[in-house]
C-alpha cells in the first residue's frame, strides 16, 4: 500500500503539484497529526483516501477529519480516491498543476 501511495505523490509532483503526505494512524494521535500538518502549510487541495472511510467501524475518525479539514484548511477543495492508484486524477478534478 505504503508503495502505491509513494508512487502517486512522485506522480503528482511530476505532473506539478506540491504535495504534503501526512499518513494518520487509526487511534487518538491521528486528530493531533493531522491538526499539526494543517497548521504548518497553506493547502489547495486536501485529499482524504479510501482507508478512512471504510470500513464502517472509523466513521468517526472520518467525520473528524472532515471537519478538521474544513475548519482548518477552509480555502482548500476535498476530494477522495477510492484506491492509492487514482489519487492524482482525484487531485486534478478539483485543481490545477
Given amino acids: 500500500m505504503r508503495n502505491y501511495i509513494e508512487a502517486q505523490l ?8 506540491e504535495v504534503t ?11 493531533a497529526a493531522l491538526t499539526a500538518a ?6 489547495d487541495c486536501v485529499v482524504i483516501g479510501a482507508g478512512l ?3 464502517k467501524e472509523r466513521l468517526l ?10 475548519r ?11 484506491t492509492p492508484a ?3 486524477e482525484s487531485v486534478q478534478r478539483w485543481i490545477e498543476p
Fill in 10 to 17: 512522485l506522480r503528482l509532483r511530476g505532473l506539478g503539484y
Fill in 21 to 31: 503526505s501526512c499518513l494518520i494512524d487509526l487511534d487518538a494521535a491521528a486528530e
Fill in 38 to 43: 494543517l497548521r504548518d502549510e497553506h493547502f
Fill in 53 to 55: 472511510r471504510e470500513p
Fill in 61 to 70: 475518525l472520518f467525520e473528524k477529519v472532515l471537519n478538521l479539514v474544513h
Fill in 72 to 82: 482548518l484548511a477552509p480555502q482548500a477543495a476535498i476530494c477522495f480516491n477510492s
Fill in 86 to 88: 487514482d489519487t492524482a
